[in-house]
Structures are given as C-alpha cells and as structure tokens.
C-alpha cells in the first residue's frame, strides 16, 4: 500500500518536505493540514507586501497547478491532538486523519510583552499573510501607531506603517538598534535612514500600559512616563515555538521540539522541522532552535528525504540573511557578533568614502554617505563573518569564503593594512582561489 505522508504546517518547511518526499516517492499520499486557508506563500515577502512594494499574488511563490503537479491533498484546519500509537491526528473540527509518518511544522508565534491592555483591539503582530492584510485595514483609519521590538521583523513593522501614511514611533529598549548583532555605526547607519522617513525613535524606552477605549487601542505609556497616543501597537520582541502538539505526543521537547540531524524526533515516525525545531548536533551535545527562511527549506528537505526512506543529515552550514535594514538590502554572514577581549578575531569594515580609522574592535572605513557598508570579522586564517549593508556586489564571494572557511593568508596582512582596498583585494583573491579549485577538479 501507498505510505500515507501528512504534513502539518504550511511554511516553507512543510512545502520542502512534500517536494523530497515526491522526488524520492512517486505514489506515496501526500497531505498538508494547515489553519491557514490559502495556498503556501513567502513569509520574507510580508515586509514588501507591507510598504507596497509587491501585490499580494506576488508573495504566492507556487502555484496552486505546481501543488497539484506534486499530488498534494491540502487541508483546512487545526490539528489538535496527536496519537502516535494510533497514527492519527485530531482535528478541531472533529475526526481524525491517519498517518504512517508525520511531519510537524507548526511554525512560531510572536510573543506579546506582559503589559496591561495587551489583548486590546489594535495590537498586531506579523506571523502570518492574515497578520499583514489586518495591519493593512487598521493603517487605512490610523494615524498614529507605536511599535516595540528590536529585531528585523520591528523594523518590517515600522517601515510598513510608515509607508501606509501611518505616523510611527519607534521604542528601542537600548541606546541603539540591533546591538547584539550591529556595530555602532551600522546601528546609526540604519537609525538614520529611518530617521529620514519619518519614523520617530525613542531609545531607552519601554512599553508599560497599553491604553484603551471601548476595547480598542487609544494610546501607550511608557516606562517613563511618556503618553503617546495611537490607534495600533504593533509588537515584535521575540517568538515562541509552538509546541503543543509535540507536547500532545509525549514527544521529547526542550526550547523547541528536540530532533536529530535527520529531524527525526523521539518517535520514529514523526519528523519536526523549521522554527519549531530544535536540532542536536551529536558530536557537540549542543542544540540549535533557528527561524532563518533557509535553514527551514534546509531542514524540510532533509526530513521528506528520511520520511521517504532516505538517511539524510542536516547541514547547518554558514548562517546566513537576507533582509532589507532602513531600506538597505542587508546580508549577514557566519559570525557577525561583536568581538569580545578574549576572542581570536578582528573586524574590518568598509565605507564608500576612502577614510578610515582603527577602533577598538579592528580597523574601521567611514561612509559619510551613508549609502552602504561592508564589515569583515576575520580569524587567524579565514574570514568567519560579515555584514554587507547597501552594495551586494561582494555578497556571493564572501558567502562562499565563508563556507568553505578559505585560507586568506596571503591577503590578511593587506586587508588589514589597507581596508580601503577590501574589494578590489578580495575579488583578486577570489579569482585566485576560485579558479585554482576549479582547475583542480577532474
């Protein structure tokens, strides 16, 4: 008999597991249960959709023809309880649906601050395309909102309201924007851009009250004792996986749900991947519970690979991001956090301006354009992280460097000596190195 695949989930983990599993498992029945109603869709796109940059059809990155291609049953509903000696899984709208193995991608939720009003009417978060389409209709008779986080997806929020006309103010916990991840320039670099489009920074400040009328959001105070007042709160200070069914299941959990590097959890029929997943690396003991978009295609794929019969490992390889920063494409590669004293590595970065200066963490160029920005963090003999804000042209290459932890040696010294001309010396050495590794292949 055809093996009875169901997918719960419907984000990029559940599509990338349903396209491994149909390349390895031609009549296998495939189905997808998912609470959202509409077909699968680029979560990272959500940003765009919010400043009106693409439509709404353009976030559907397949179509309902190449679902169909894959022989997919997609369901509606929520899936509520588990039975893994059953092999079934209950649905809110009662029934059950069997499987022989089970993928669970239930995804993250935004967490809300434990403040006052929080549950008030106006207060969003972006999880979900029903997330942004709601920010959407609230922008449309606001004008004002306040948004509190301090990640990517706060800055999405902020720069979203602020293309809909909405009047943002913007609530940093700290002295400065993302600063466990960005240098102080880059931080400002950003702060600047927002800045110029309208958005109104407050740093060292905290949501306390949400404030209401008639059950609906009319203003905020802050820990300071700032009243501001406003139609939507739009908060974003971190996510929570979702791990009831997991937990519904007697499954092993910790942070997420706890899988091995074949996403298999402590039952052997039943795969976890995506946000929810919490991966164990066996030779470190360590464990790693990631949202990047990648690294959930990665993990679904190798999962519909071992559902489907296969003995695929996940590869975490180099963590990697793409997003937009104050209107800034932006990637951040491998290990891009601040150097601490007792770290073996400096930082380097560049500017579009050919003035630099040595700061305590490396040698630093200044753009006094402000147009874009490159940040080296390099070891002993490889260049281990970067930030790459505004031009991408250096993206791929250091992307690749990266990975393959490629011995820079020869041009350490320079790049130190000379940060101004990181460009034109690592694409020589690109050259250099990529073309030698290439010619020695058979």
Not at 21 to 29: K, L, P, Q, T
Not at 293 to 317: C, F, H, I, K, P
Request: charge should be neutral; include cysteine.
């Amino acid at each position: 008999m055809a093996t009875r695949y169901l997918i719960i989930g419907n984000g990029a983990a559940g599509l990338s597991c349903a396209e491994a599993i149909r390349r390895r498992d031609r009549s296998g029945a495939i189905a997808t249960l998912s609470e959202e109603a509409h077909g699968f869709y680029s979560r990272p796109g959500l940003a765009y959709y919010l400043t009106g940059t693409i439509p709404e059809k353009q976030l559907f990155c397949r179509s309902e023809r190449e679902v169909r291609a894959l022989g997919i049953h997609r369901m509606h509903g929520r899936a509520t309880e588990i039975s893994p000696s059953r092999h079934t899984v209950a649905i809110a709208s009662g029934g059950q649906i069997a499987y022989d193995c089970l993928l669970l991608a239930p995804g993250a939720l935004a967490v809300r601050p434990k403040a006052p009003g929080i549950e008030l009417q106006g207060v969003v978060t972006l999880d979900s395309l029903n997330d942004a389409r709601q920010i959407l209709r609230l922008a449309r008779h606001a004008r004002r909102a306040v948004v509190v986080g301090g990640g990517i997806t706060a800055l999405e929020l902020a720069e979203g309201l602020t293309a809909q006309g909405v009047e943002t103010h913007y609530f940093l916990r700290r002295d400065r924007y993302w600063s466990g991840v960005l240098d102080s320039d880059e931080s400002r670099l950003v702060e600047d851009r927002l800045e110029e489009e309208g958005i109104r920074i407050h740093r060292h400040t905290e949501l306390s009250t949400v404030l209401g009328r008639r059950g609906r959001v009319c203003g905020v105070q802050t820990d300071r004792g700032l009243r501001i007042d406003c139609q939507i709160l739009a908060v974003a200070v971190g996510i929570r996986p979702r791990l009831e069914l997991a937990r519904s299941a007697g499954l092993a959990t910790g942070r997420g749900i706890v899988v091995d590097e074949m996403m298999r959890t402590s039952d052997p029929d039943i795969f976890a991947a995506g946000d929810a997943a919490e991966v164990l690396d066996p030779a470190t003991g360590s464990s790693t519970l990631d949202s990047l978009w990648w690294v959930a295609l990665s993990q679904g794929r190798t999962a519909g690979e071992n559902m489907a019969g296969g003995q695929a490992r996940v590869d975490r390889g180099v963590p990697f991001n793409v997003t937009r920063l104050g209107g800034m494409t932006t990637t951040i590669l491998g290990t891009v956090g601040q150097p601490r004293k007792d770290d073996d590595l400096v930082a380097i970065a560049r500017g579009d301006s050919n003035t630099w200066r040595e700061s305590g963490d490396g040698l630093t160029i200044e753009d006094d354009r402000a147009q874009s920005r490159l940040r080296l963090l390099i070891g002993p003999r490889e260049i281990v992280g970067a930030v790459i804000m505004g031009d991408q042209s250096l993206s791929r290459i250091l992307q690749i460097l990266i990975r393959e932890a490629a011995d820079i040696t020869p041009i350490r010294e320079q790049l130190l000596a000379h940060p101004e001309r990181c460009g034109e010396l690592l694409t020589l050495f690109w050259n250099t190195w990529n073309g030698g590794r290439h010619g020695a292949q058979p």
